[in-house]
């Protein structure tokens, strides 16, 4: 009897502490689903109205990964009124910031006006981006889009319409895009228009009227209205509509700054060379280059900078092609904003020797103008020589007489391997953390069972 009564206690006293470890687990559990949970639950509270159609969405670089809206407006009421006029959303947004962007597909009718404006609260940041805010990019697909408001279902274009113009719209200048990629409202050489910023939600005076300004659907009045302005038109607000509607719009959800960041980049140059006796000729180069970026204010130096044609050989007409920083210079360049995207442009002063030129080093008292539209750095994107063509002569040559001409020049680059972004804590970081909490207790659990 008391041996049974004993091996009873033991028995209780086991299953008490197996009922305590797996409590244990459960609360492990339990904090990371909340956890994961917290990471899952920001959102975007949205009052947005536009002249005709959208829709829109949040996600990575290369596109979002759902749509919210479809919203096609026929009616002036259907624009302005507080009853029936601009929409209200809260929707899921991603739980971090970095590396996410909020993009808007617009389109409109052939009369009158075109145009959107709105607010999206992000929970995450606590902070409200507004219409017209410079950040604010612009894409024309050069697809067509016309609301359906002779009825039936809209004409909004499918989010995977919407993620392949994304994916030409980052092609840029090599991109089917009408614009030929991302623009803000500075006009870039190798683009095609500028995204228009018209009037605030103020008054009724301008081209639009005043949108709802009280109430759950409320527009700040410090929001503006914004389309594509293609060709420098004095008002793209009114008709006719640009080329290339459908409009992608985009903004990141977070403030990214232009900080000080020296970077190596990988470069491949394409160009051509008017030489007096060959003619135009094509050559192409690879290599690297080191610079900094930094803000309005700040220098943009070049350090280094090598591309010649050795890995691809020869090159018609040109022999093997070399060109680098001409020391007598200092190359620089200029950051227009405090925060990305933002358009960086560079003035090169490069020396280049040629096989076919007798190997001479060849100089020119003029830069060679580059830009292109960024989103970080250290950049991947594809700068495009800008102004007049640039004459090199000789070194050491007195007269100063013109060997050959660069006549274009785009070149593509992308951080060199060891200088590219350090990828932060995703969501799927934290389904990992969980499986991984998850295991642990349970290795723990069974390795007490085994010993017991």
């Not at 492990?28 to 975007?44: M, P, R, S």
């Not at 096989?355 to 580059?370: F, K, M, P």
Request: net charge neutral; charged share 15%.
């Amino acid at each position: 009897m008391r041996a049974r009564k004993a091996v009873r206690m033991i028995d209780a006293r086991c299953g008490k502490q197996r009922r305590i470890r797996w409590v244990a687990a459960g609360a492990w559990l339990a904090i990371a689903l909340a956890a994961f949970a917290q990471a899952q639950a920001a959102t975007v509270d949205a009052k947005v109205t536009a002249d005709n159609g959208y829709s829109f969405g949040f996600g990575p670089a290369s596109g979002p990964l759902s749509l919210t809206g479809n919203v096609e407006n026929c009616l002036a009421g259907d624009i302005f009124n507080c009853s029936g006029g601009p929409e209200s959303y809260t929707v899921s947004a991603p739980a971090s910031c970095s590396n996410q962007w909020m993009f808007f597909a617009t389109y409109a009718d052939n009369t009158t006006t075109q145009g959107w404006i709105g607010q999206f609260l992000y929970s995450a940041t606590n902070k409200t981006l507004l219409t017209g805010d410079p950040a604010w990019q612009v894409c024309a697909t050069g697809t067509d889009k016309t609301p359906n408001c002779a009825g039936g279902p809209v004409n909004n274009p499918t989010l995977q319409e919407v993620d392949a113009a994304v994916v030409e719209c980052n092609k840029g200048t090599s991109g089917s895009s009408y614009s030929k990629g991302w623009t803000g409202t500075t006009q870039i050489t190798s683009q095609t228009g500028v995204l228009a910023v018209g009037e605030d939600n103020t008054s009724a005076a301008g081209d639009f009227g005043l949108v709802c300004s009280t109430g759950p659907t409320a527009i700040s009045s410090s929001a503006k209205w914004m389309w594509y302005n293609p060709d420098n038109r004095p008002d793209p607000f009114v008709a006719p509509p640009p080329p290339g509607e459908f409009l992608l719009f985009r903004i990141p959800m977070c403030s990214n700054p232009v900080v000080p960041t020296d970077c190596t980049v990988s470069k491949v140059g394409r160009g051509k060379m008017m030489v007096p006796s060959l003619g135009i000729v094509p050559f192409s180069v690879t290599g690297t280059a080191t610079t900094r970026i930094a803000a309005t204010g700040n220098p943009n130096l070049f350090a280094t900078t090598m591309l010649s044609t050795s890995e691809f050989g020869t090159v018609s007409g040109l022999g093997d092609v070399t060109i680098s920083l001409d020391p007598r210079f200092t190359s620089t360049g200029t950051v227009p904003s405090s925060s990305y995207p933002t358009l960086h442009q560079h003035s090169v002063h490069a020396q280049i020797v040629c096989r076919a030129l007798g190997s001479r080093t060849l100089v020119s008292d003029d830069a060679i103008a580059l830009e292109a539209p960024i989103d970080n750095g250290p950049p991947t994107a594809t700068y495009v020589k800008t102004g007049n063509p640039v004459a090199f002569y000789a070194l050491g040559d007195a007269s100063k007489t013109t060997v050959a001409t660069l006549t274009e020049f785009t070149v593509d680059v992308q951080p060199s391997i060891g200088d590219a972004a350090v990828p932060t804590l995703s969501q799927w970081g934290v389904v990992v953390l969980v499986l991984l909490m998850f295991g642990v207790s349970f290795v723990l659990l069974k390795r007490k069972r085994l010993v017991m």
